[in-house]
């Protein structure tokens, strides 16, 4: 027996080192690959529940939030004071409201509360909360409807809620809101409080109209950073929620029209939209094959963080093995400088040919571009693709579902105080830049397709001092050093003096090496007009149609153009871009123009007449301290 035995572990050693030298096939170490990935995913996947659920658990339930909550009146019948407009923002928003939050840090109080709060636990940092929603309502609103909302919000903000601040975008066609609350200095519960807030003001819209808001979709924020809150509530009227040149029509002719120059593009009316899909199903969809996701916002946002991760190579997938990234949906980018150029891009043969037979998935920022982009991709191409689908809730809600990032890369560029966030990152990147922050950022691996700021090319993902393209006024990624260098650079020239004739004559001369050279930080193009060869200023561009079909001021395709080298001529030959970025609304123009004028002395000195002359009068100062 014994003997046996001896034979038979014998045996059983030999077949395991058999088998351990033996060369695993293909098939198996594909298998066993899949097997790890299964685990890797599961075990993910488990442990982030188990955290959302331990998250959930800790947070306050929405009873509790809505345990002291008095509704606001709503009045039905404004009179013409009450619906008048606080603040104007310029052209474009006329009859805006602007009303100042009464809950406002300034940085260096928040900084210094901040040391405080190191040294005694008494000591409470305040707190801010984020709500982001749009609502889009059928059948739409009346003109009179919309103006009871605003004055509804304006007297919620003044009298109930003071603490709100934000922007709010309201027309026929629904709401679209970022809207902001922060706690007081006094607060015992600084982010019970900002949340509770939030929670109430969406109760208020619910009573406002419960066929419109019952179903809308509130994302909240909580526990962020105080410095994230809006120091004031800006409501604004508008035509169009999201601005794409496209208008709702109940005729059978669905063909666009031109008017004046410009493309009217038509929508039937009640185009369906993409299916919505939540973050789980939309990771599930990303994997498969045949399939496009298409990035519809601005090229400027997708330069910072995309969906890439479900392309990452797979060097033992059964097509060949070569380490393509073909393993998932194919990430296209537009490459829009704003959403209306989205029209123009779906027209191209070559868009066409890209979403043919295919699967077509759509995200954006929180969802609202896709509701109008995928009804009117449906309208155009629904018969020649296999279905149009969207993310519920956009990237946001993606982020929350997936702590780790998903197939998320990069960071998800927002319009708010956070300024980008990223997988782990909900208070976001907003604020004073740290040096140790900045050389860790910097150290990082760079994303897969490159993002750098567009004067040293280090890689760089962060929109900083509001500076914008040359050629098309797009923001643009510009490091910290860059900018120190620009600033520094500004003073030294100042400092030195000399004669305006002769700086006005380099200046002319610099210019064109300055594009080409991108060596001056206010004339430095986007990546997007460098690989489009745009030279035209961005100044120099006519806006019609809110930028789209931009072409220079002084000459258009058609006009003759004279022989003489006049300026007119010298533009004819560069290229403009298909659309401009205008920010703002162009409010804060003529008070810049003032303060720059109210620095020089006036020419005429006391011989000037003109009361309102905008250079510097000393005598007239000296006169109104003597009074």
Known sequence: MADTDTTKDTLKQTDEVNTRKRRLSKRERKNIKKKKVLVNETSTYTKNQASTRQAAASEPTLEKYMANYEPAPITKHLSKQENESNDSLGKWFPKATVIKSSVCYSNDYLVSLKKKS???????????SLVLFYQYVNPVWTPMKVSALSGYITNIVKSYRTNLGGRM???SEGVNCTVSA???ASSTDAAFEAAQTLRHFAQDLRNFDPDSFSDTDFKYIDN?????????????????LVFYGIREDGGANHEDIKTEGEVSHVLPKNAKGGIHLDAHEYHDMLKTKNTVVIDVRNHYEAAIGRFDGQMESNADDADGGNGERNSGAQYIDPKMRKSTDFTSWLEEPETKQKLEGKTVMMFCTGGIRCERASAYLNAKMGSDVQGVYQLKGG??????AFPDGGFWRGKNFVFDKREAIGAGNVNGDGGVIKKEVGKKES???PLTWGTECAKCKKPWDRYIGKRHCYTCGVPILLCDECLSQSATRRKNKKKKGGNQNTKAEETKQSTDSAI?????THTIRCPLCVEEG?????????????GVRGRTSSFSEGDQVSSTPTKNHDLAHKKAAKSVLKWGGGHATEKKEKRRYARKPCHFGADCVRKDCFFYHPERENNSKNK
């Open 118 to 128: 190191k040294q005694s636990e008494d000591v409470q940092e305040p707190k801010a």
């Open 534 to 546: 745009i030279t035209v200023p961005a100044g120099q561009v006519e806006y019609t149609n809110n």
């Open 169 to 171: 975008r309201i027309s």
């Open 224 to 240: 962020l950073t105080a410095d994230r809150h809006f120091k004031e509530m800006k409501i604004l009227p508008v035509k169009e």
């Open 443 to 445: 150290a990082d691996k």
């Open 516 to 520: 080409s050279n991108n060596d001056n």
């Open 182 to 184: 922060a706690s007081s």
């Open 395 to 400: 990237i946001e809600r993606y982020l929350q």
